[in-house]
């Protein structure tokens, strides 16, 4: 992602004027960059179109996610409670989850007994230890994500800022499971509302989202099978494949097509207990 629209939106949720300066600089660095270089990959159709005016002459690129799409066989009956995943070194997953905890989840208590809130991610901070709570479970790193996502019915993305496109989305679409966004985490994916995600702006309109999403069986098969189609469509193998010989054609290094099928990479299987990977 562009660091110094991320840089800026904080400083400007936070009214902080020296965090401001330090994204200016950043800019600066950062358009110098793009401006020396051949070509330029950003991962977001809006950081694509920020750029565009201030650098005419670079050659810039949108190439967003690549990930290995796979149909959950977890219905939605079986299916309970929701999570958010994000690594915390990320401020605005820190922020996120803070917000969710303080203005969202109050809110949901009072709409869906019982509900859990799966907080993961690696280096989980202090600020986030501290909302650990009956209902808010802290699980922190996770070596494979899907075990737990097979099992929750929601997926959460409650960002207030950022930049880039957001894997936390495309993890959940890519096996079915439906999201609630803010626009800001949505911004740049060509995602649409109601379509393959729901989009909701302040806390009690998240809240509703969630709500709706999660007693409504028909939306959420909708939204599963949606969210599969589009994630297949814009970020699996066969699209990598096309955006990466557009981008290698446009700096003069032509491509040619295999007669293997196009797969991407996956972990080597242990042969048998106790052995290296091969």
């Not at 840089?7 to 004027?17: G, Q, Y």
């Not at 939204?223 to 981008?247: C, P, R, V, Y």
């Not at 990479?265 to 207990?273: F, L, N, R, T, V």
Request: proline fraction near 5%; charge should be negative; glycine fraction near 6%.
């Amino acid at each position: 992602d562009l660091h110094f629209l991320r840089m800026s939106r904080e400083a400007v949720l936070e009214s902080n004027n020296e965090k401001q300066i330090s994204a200016n600089e950043m800019k600066l660095r950062e358009l110098e960059i793009i401006s020396t270089v051949d070509s330029t990959i950003v991962v977001s159709t809006a950081e694509f179109d920020l750029l565009k005016p201030e650098l005419p002459n670079s050659k810039l690129h949108v190439f967003p996610l690549i990930i290995d799409v796979q149909n959950t066989t977890k219905a939605f009956n079986t299916r309970k409670d929701i999570s958010f995943v994000g690594g915390f070194q990320h401020a605005p997953n820190v922020d996120a989850v803070q917000y969710f905890v303080k203005e969202i989840m109050p809110l949901l208590r009072k709409r869906i007994p019982d509900l859990l809130f799966y907080v993961v991610g690696s280096k989980v901070p202090a600020e986030i230890e501290v909302l650990a709570s009956d209902d808010v479970i802290i699980v922190g790193f996770l070596e494979e994500l899907n075990p737990l996502l097979d099992t929750i019915r929601v997926s959460i993305a409650p960002l207030r800022f950022g930049a880039g496109i957001k894997g936390k989305i495309g993890s959940a679409m890519a096996i079915g499971l439906p999201v609630v966004a803010t626009p800001m985490a949505v911004e740049g994916m060509s995602l649409s509302d109601g379509e393959n995600i729901l989009v909701a702006d302040d806390a009690e309109a998240f809240a509703d989202a969630i709500t709706k999403l999660y007693k409504d069986e028909a939306l959420w098969n909708r939204l599963s099978q949606t969210s599969l189609a589009f994630a297949d469509k814009a970020w699996g193998a066969e699209a990598a494949w096309n955006i990466l010989h557009e981008i290698l054609e446009d700096i003069s290094m032509p491509t040619v097509r295999g007669s293997y099928p196009l797969s991407l990479y996956s972990e080597p299987k242990i042969a048998e207990a106790g052995t290296k990977k091969l």
